[in-house]
């Protein structure tokens, strides 16, 4: 018996310092546990430190709400403003097209005034080199052969519906390729009588910009 008790003693000191190993194992891995919920905790501490940072006052987040209103606001604005720009920039372009439309027109105009003025000169010219030749003729006892008589009377009715068709596209705001009407011309014209040639020819108005001929070979008018 007494052989078998230390034996026993060192069973017994085994069991215990397994049993002090496990306990001590067992804390070990508790310790291991209360440290990471710890850190957790700090770590959580930290984020709620780092949000209590991060919330905006309500006075603050108003602000913020009107600064953004503010901008759309301002946005908006400068869209407007940039369509009217572009509006104003086409009206000021129509504009300018309708000004050069216009000076075109007065230009067009002037060219005609200065044609008819011309045509009225001519056909006051032939009207007194007329008047001038007949009386001419007639201090000096000349008589004019019907042919020049007819000649000259026809060269004149010419010279005045050149100067009818020029007044008329005129007034009418007509083009050079535009081609009057007896009836348009017969305002123009001296009593609204149309002239008649004494040859026995016909009259041909033709276009704004040609001359007015007769049927007769010899009746014409000199080509500008």
Request: aromatic residues 4%.
């Amino acid at each position: 018996m007494k052989a078998l008790l230390p034996w026993f003693i060192v069973v017994l000191a085994i069991a215990a310092a397994g049993v002090l190993y496990q306990g001590n194992h067992t804390k070990s891995v508790e310790l291991a546990k209360l440290q990471s919920s710890v850190q957790e905790l700090e770590a959580l501490r930290s984020e709620n430190e780092e949000l209590k940072n991060q919330i905006v006052p309500a006075e603050e987040l108003a602000r913020l709400r009107q600064d953004k209103l503010d901008l759309l606001r301002l946005r908006n604005e400068i869209r407007q403003v940039r369509d009217d720009k572009k509006q104003l920039a086409q009206q000021a372009q129509s504009a300018l097209s309708e000004a050069q439309r216009a000076q075109a027109q007065a230009h067009a105009a002037q060219v005609q005034v200065q044609s008819l003025s011309t045509n009225l000169e001519a056909v006051q010219a032939a009207t007194t080199a007329e008047q001038r030749l007949k009386a001419f003729a007639a201090r000096y006892g000349l008589t004019l052969t019907p042919e020049q008589a007819a000649l000259s009377t026809c060269i004149n009715h010419l010279r005045q519906l050149d100067g009818a068709k020029q007044q008329w596209a005129l007034e009418n705001k007509k083009t050079a390729e535009a081609t009057p009407t007896t009836q348009d011309l017969m305002p123009y014209l001296k009593d609204n009588l149309w002239p008649v040639c004494p040859g026995g020819g016909n009259y041909t108005i033709g276009a704004v910009s040609a001359v007015p001929t007769c049927s007769m070979p010899s009746h014409s008018l000199p080509q500008q």
